[in-house]
């Protein structure tokens, strides 16, 4: 059974531009959720997606969204990006309604230059 | 407000020894999941063990047991027979049943590193 993946797994932008990051999840698992990861600030909890609705959305400016398909991939998007959005983003699957465990992906490194 | 706190950054432990690593939660919830995830170098972030709150008993998965102290909202993992394999930061993390989404309060981690 194939993990979560997560691509690209490296990306470097320039400030004001904006990403795109993907995260496919576990067959049959319909939560996604995505993470923020910084030296500073930890990891913090972005958003999570539920068979396409948003059910839940950290303390993130709006430049910060996502979106998920009806095969449960899910996108994140950055937009108008900053030096501090540098971070390692990753993504977690469950199957279930609460995460009893939840299977996360290697993420995708961030370098805003 | 749900907090996560691993009060130790850093640990080294020896080969085979046993090491313990602290973690402290603060919410209102009753009823909740906790874990203990391992982050190596790859950076995958490997689920390790977990306990649910309602169950006392403590749980255990091979080498890796923890202390669960739902009064003193304590959540403990001990690694015993420690390998070398088992240096990586470990996060201490747990998510409640009310808010209905799979959101993980994660602590700041224990960067822990097994010494030959």
């Known amino acids: 059974k194939a993990g979560v993946t997560q691509t690209p797994r490296y990306l470097i932008k320039t400030r004001g531009q904006q990403v795109t990051l993907s995260c496919s999840p576990i067959s049959g698992h319909r939560s996604v959720s995505w993470y923020q990861q910084t030296p500073g600030q930890g990891l913090q909890f972005l958003f999570e997606y539920f068979s396409e609705t948003q059910r839940n959305k950290g303390n993130f400016p709006g430049r910060f969204s996502g979106r998920q398909f009806s095969n449960s991939r899910s996108e994140m998007n950055v937009s108008t990006l900053e030096l501090g959005d540098s971070a390692l983003y990753l993504c977690a699957s469950s199957s279930q309604v609460t995460a009893t465990e939840a299977f996360f992906g290697q993420g995708t490194r961030l370098t805003v230059v | ?116």
Do not use: H
């Open chain 2, 1 to 116: 407000a749900q907090t996560v706190t691993q009060s130790q950054p850093e640990m080294s432990v020896q080969e085979a020894e046993t090491v313990t690593l602290s973690c402290t939660y603060d919410t209102s919830e009753n009823n909740y999941y906790l874990f203990w995830y391992k982050q190596p170098p790859s950076r995958q972030m490997i689920l390790v063990i977990r306990q649910e709150a309602y169950k006392q008993q403590n749980a255990t998965e091979n080498r890796f047991s923890v202390n669960f102290q739902k009064a003193a909202k304590s959540f403990s993992l001990k690694i015993s027979d420690s390998q070398l394999g088992d240096t990586a930061m470990y996060f201490c993390a747990f998510i409640p049943f009310s808010t209905g989404a799979n959101n993980l309060f994660f602590g700041t981690g224990t960067r822990l590193t097994v010494i030959p």
